[in-house]
């Protein structure tokens, strides 16, 4: 080809990208975003701020230890099931998993004093008891992304002689000293954390949002710009918009959860000091010994790699590995790069441990 | 012999917002990293929770004294109404599973092994 030729396709191939996207751009204010959830599901538990969902079976046999899922709790779980192809949940049905999941909603004013016990122990700990009476399994792998992650850790070391069969958690800090941007928000010199509990009775979904989005100031223009770069492709397009509303979707928190990890985790640093207490017993991350792994992304801007990597020498477990994929804090789980790095090295090491 | 990226318009804003991005994330994140910032603001939030504070006080008032329930009041019916829940759903868990929705797809078996 002619080095003429090869500019003309160029510019031809510019100028079809130019119209789609004016073309596309239309089309894109003109329609409502996806609707995120791509499995179907009953609900099992709908109480206050706690959810709890057991996932239609996809094939006719199914591994003998159910999975449940726990989502962070700023966050909502359809992250984890977006749409056909692009689903953790999907995924995991279509490998013969039993799959449950612990989502959230907002809390309501009169949820202001669920804390950390509440999460923990009737949440976590009560979703474990309804995924044994709904199997008819005492066993569980429990899987745990970000503060979810968190509260599996403290619910394993709370109940290291009842399970869970596994272990796994995704981005999940330990060291909440070393979240440099978090400690400097929450320094105790200028933030009153009882001051914002006690008048407002939660963290405000607004709040979470703007700290999320302060730790990339640039973040959401590029994104922006990117979208608009690329309005001519429609996979982009439907993936940006997803991820879009799922990011903006923030939960609230509920006041008494918010001050104890303000508190607890943020200012004590109690899992890496040892000082933290749930229901007054302590969580003594060490007594954690079933099979553990920690999945963590090299890029993660939100859980550094900093806060996330001493988990793994605090673990108890001597069948434990940690796993650094390539990724951010939400690609690692959802999306393109999940797919391919994330998804398939939970299955190799569930699958297993799973029978 | 034109460069072929140079005819896409897009190209020239593409490198410089990936530059754009990281300069200020970079700058933006160190200077909110300082404890002016922090200062600054905590000093804006707690400005407003105060308000907010005050709002809800004189609203409290403005409520009692027309005679209509207070946010507390109908907090404490929500509690009322959570406690309701909770024990629905404690009695709803005693009852057989077999009348649920569970019961109405059969049970795949729970035998499956990992691929060899």
Known sequence: MTAEASVLDTARADFERVLQRNLKGLGYLASPAPVPGASAKDVIVSRGPWRLYHYHPLVDEVYRVPVLLVMATTNRGYVFDLAPGQSLVEFLLLRGYDVFMVDWEAPRPEDRHLGLKDYVEDFVGGSIEEVAAVTGERDVSLVGYCMGGVLSVMWSALNADRGPKNLAVFTTPVDFKAMTMFQAWSDPRYFDVDQLVDTVGQAPAEMLLTAFDMLRPAGRAAANFRLVDNLWNDEFVKSHRMFDRWSNDMLPLAGEYFRETTKELTWKNGLIEGTLKIGGRPVDLARITCPFLHVTAEHDHIVTTAASDPLIELVGSEDKEQVVLKGGHVSLIAGPNAVKRMWPKLDSWLGAKSV | ?116
């Not at chain 2, 318009?9 to 404890?35: S, Y």
């Not at chain 2, 308000?51 to 009041?73: G, H, K, V």
């Not at chain 2, 019916?77 to 797809?105: D, H, N, V």
């Open chain 2, 1 to 116: 012999m034109s460069d072929p990226a140079a005819l896409d318009p897009f190209g020239f804003m593409r490198n410089w917002v990936t530059q754009w991005e990281k300069l200020v994330n970079d700058q933006g994140a160190e200077w909110l990293a300082k404890p002016e910032a922090a200062q600054a603001m905590q000093a804006m939030s707690g400005a407003a929770v105060k308000l907010q504070a005050a709002s809800n006080e004189a609203t409290a008032r403005m409520l009692a004294a027309a005679n209509l329930p207070s946010r507390a009041d109908v907090e404490a019916l929500g509690a009322r109404l959570a406690a309701i829940e909770t024990a629905l759903a404690r009695i709803e868990a005693r009852l057989p599973r077999s009348e649920g929705a569970q019961a109405k797809r059969p049970a795949p078996k729970r035998t499956r092994k990992p691929p060899a």
